[in-house]
Each structure stands twice: as structure tokens, then as C-alpha cells.
């Protein structure tokens, strides 16, 4: 059984950092690519960043980059999304999946196969 377990959300000033975990069990992500997706209030779940350690590929939405990075601990499987700079307009919930995407689809939600539960992230002007 494959688990996505996210944390780290929270609430940060503007200017500030996070860094948002995601630990998986039933699945490893040197086979797996990581994807973070976020959704605000009425919005629809939008692409973040995505990474695949095989084969190589990094991919970020153009208004995160320079401010995240995507990372990870192979030691304990867990995958991690630095946040930095944050912006007002970062607040939503932040969704970590897993999956093996090919490289059309490492930006969309169907390119995944397993997802988390959410963190929240909450950024104060």
C-alpha cells in the first residue's frame, strides 16, 4: 500500500521560508518522480514543481522559480519542497504526489498516481 504523508505547512510572513515534507512508504522515489501541486481557496489544483531522479528532469511553474526547489533524503524516502521568498499569493494547500509521468505530462495532476492528504500553507502580508 503506497502512502504519501506531507507536513511542514503553516503560516509565514511574507519573505519567509518553509520547507514542506513528504514521506512515502510503498513506493521510492529514485523510481518515482515527486510532484507538489497546490490548490487555493476556489481555485483549481495547480501545478508547482515536479523532479525525477531517473532519467533526470526538473521542472518548476514559472512564479516559484528562483524561490523552490524540490530535494530529497533517500536515506528515509521522504521528498521535500523549499519554499523561500514566500508571497501572499503562495497560501493554498500543497499536495505531494508520486508517480512515473513521461515528460508531457510531469506538469499535470494525471501524470501521478498516488497523493498526499495536504498541508496547508498560509502566507501573511
Known amino acids: 500500500q503506497v502512502q504519501l504523508i506531507e507536513s511542514g505547512g503553516g503560516l509565514v510572513q511574507t519573505g519567509g521560508s518553509l520547507r514542506l515534507s513528504c514521506a512515502a512508504s510503498?513506493?521510492?522515489?529514485?523510481?518515482?518522480?515527486v510532484g507538489w501541486f497546490r490548490q487555493a481557496p476556489g481555485k483549481e489544483r495547480e501545478f508547482v514543481a515536479a523532479?525525477?531522479?531517473?532519467?533526470?528532469?526538473?521542472y518548476y511553474e514559472d512564479s516559484v522559480k528562483g524561490r523552490f526547489s524540490i530535494s530529497r533524503d533517500t536515506a528515509i524516502n521522504t521528498a521535500y519542497l523549499q519554499m523561500n521568498n514566500l508571497r501572499p499569493e503562495d497560501t493554498a494547500v500543497y499536495y505531494c504526489?508520486?508517480?512515473?509521468?513521461?515528460?508531457?505530462?510531469?506538469?499535470?495532476?494525471?501524470?501521478?498516481?498516488?497523493w498526499g492528504q495536504g498541508t496547508q500553507v498560509t502566507v501573511s502580508s
Open positions: 504526489a508520486a508517480g512515473r509521468p513521461i515528460t508531457s505530462t510531469m506538469r499535470t495532476a494525471r501524470g501521478y498516481s498516488y
Open positions: 523532479r525525477r531522479w531517473s532519467g533526470g528532469g526538473e
Open positions: 510503498g513506493v521510492t522515489f529514485g523510481a518515482y518522480a
